[in-house]
């Protein structure tokens, strides 16, 4: 060390910096910890009730977000029928489907169909030879950070 205290004032803003990164680092765990928390997979799996070979499915409470969640809506899957189609609606029937199936296969989405709180997913099948199972994923999102998530 310099007798003129220049090593002395270097060590001390060197340590400055140091516990500021740290603080930084620190910072950035808790973030990812909380986000871990608030941003989850949400899969999800189901049958259509057939009668005649046509069904519905509405359940309000099971295939879709929870109050103060939203749903990035990722894919759906639709099988186990080898004649008729399946539609599915958000929130009602009487709107634009939100996916059509005229064979078993695959609905995907890159990003940016969402389902809010209360909204719900509505399975409609017509004239099915065989079953109808699908399978899906979202992604469960916390409403604190709508904001952050669509940017």
């Keep these: 060390m310099r007798a003129d205290g220049v090593g002395a004032g270097v060590a001390a803003t060197l340590e400055v910096s140091l516990a500021r990164v740290a603080a930084r680092l620190e910072a950035e765990?808790?973030?990812?910890?909380?986000?871990?928390?608030?941003?989850?997979?949400?899969?999800?799996?189901?049958?259509?009730?057939?009668?005649?070979g046509a069904g519905t499915l509405d359940q309000r409470d099971r295939y879709g977000p929870m109050?103060?969640?939203?749903?990035?809506?990722?894919?759906?899957?639709?099988?186990?029928?080898?004649?008729?189609?399946?539609?599915?609606?958000?929130?009602?029937?009487?709107t634009p489907r939100a996916a059509n199936f005229p064979q078993p296969g695959d609905f995907t989405w890159s990003g940016q169909r969402f389902l809010f709180a209360r909204d719900r997913l509505i399975f409609v099948?017509?004239?099915?030879?065989g079953n109808v199972q699908f399978s899906g994923d979202a992604i469960n999102v916390s409403m604190q950070l709508y904001a952050e998530y669509v940017m």
């Design 125 to 129: 099948a017509t004239g099915i030879t």
């Design 67 to 94: 109050d103060g969640f939203f749903w990035d809506l990722r894919r759906i899957t639709v099988d186990g029928f080898t004649a008729g189609s399946v539609a599915v609606y958000v929130n009602d029937v009487n």
């Design 29 to 52: 765990d808790r973030r990812r910890s909380r986000l871990s928390q608030l941003v989850t997979p949400a899969p999800f799996i189901g049958a259509v009730p057939l009668i005649a």
